[in-house]
């Protein structure tokens, strides 16, 4: 059963760069052909999804914070990470990690879901 | 933007209850690719239904998901009070981009 953990800084000042990583256990990065995806969730707030990487290091982005995020794979590590550049008070969240399950099909179009997600870090960025 | 779900439901003890998820055409309506997660205080989300209506497995045949036009649902059947939780709808967009629903509170009476 593959499990997600993420880890980074608590704390980061405004205006600097947020950096999360999520190791991946029990299975391989590169194997089984799924995207690599960061959700994050603000305190009493709903869920925001961020963006995702293939094992090619192709990524797809959304569209809100695409100026501000990328997004890379280290298969030697079995890891992927997370940068967010510029961060802000309103960037003040839990970040989860998640495999990202899914189908392209011949329309373009893609079926996806999240399983399983990591346990979450929760990213501080003070006024 | 996001999908618009009820802010909370409740239900007794064995009652069914049902979880509506608000769209459009460009997203839920166009679609059959929308999802479900229950997510305990603290905890993180856990997936319970996938592409409309797919359980999967390990999931209790308590949850099923359908979908009439702009609208998914999600249905708790026998509600126990471990499914006391909040829940998420997701659906694929025509931007290629993925939005979430703004999250319904259940509460087990």
């Known amino acids: 059963q593959v499990q997600l953990q993420e880890s980074g800084p608590g704390l980061v000042k405004p205006s600097q760069t947020l950096s999360l990583t999520c190791t991946v256990s029990s299975g391989s990065i590169s194997s089984g052909g799924y995207y690599w995806s960061w959700v994050r969730q603000p305190a009493g707030k709903g869920l925001e999804w961020i963006g995702r990487i293939y094992t090619d290091g192709s990524t797809n982005y959304n569209p809100s914070l695409r100026s501000r995020i990328t997004i890379s794979l280290d298969t030697s590590k079995n890891q992927f990470s997370l940068n967010l550049s510029s961060v802000t008070a309103a960037d003040t969240a839990v970040y989860y990690c998640a495999r990202d399950v899914g189908y392209y099909y011949a329309s373009g179009s893609y079926s996806n879901w999240f399983d399983p997600w990591g346990q979450g870090t929760l990213v501080t960025v003070p006024t | 933007s996001a999908l618009t779900q009820p802010a909370s439901v409740s239900g007794s003890p064995g009652q069914s209850i049902t979880i509506s998820c608000t769209g459009t055409s460009s997203d839920v309506g166009g679609y059959n690719y929308v999802s479900w997660y229950q997510q305990h205080p603290g905890k993180a989300p856990k997936l319970k239904i996938y592409d409309v209506t797919n359980r999967p497995s390990g999931v209790s045949r308590r949850f099923s998901g359908s979908k009439s036009g702009n609208t998914a649902s999600l249905t708790i059947s026998g509600l126990q009070a471990e499914d006391e939780a909040d829940y998420y709808c997701?659906?694929?967009?025509?931007?290629?981009?993925?939005?979430f629903g703004g999250g319904t509170k259940v509460t087990v009476l």
């Open positions: 997701t659906s694929y967009t025509s931007s290629s981009t993925l939005v």
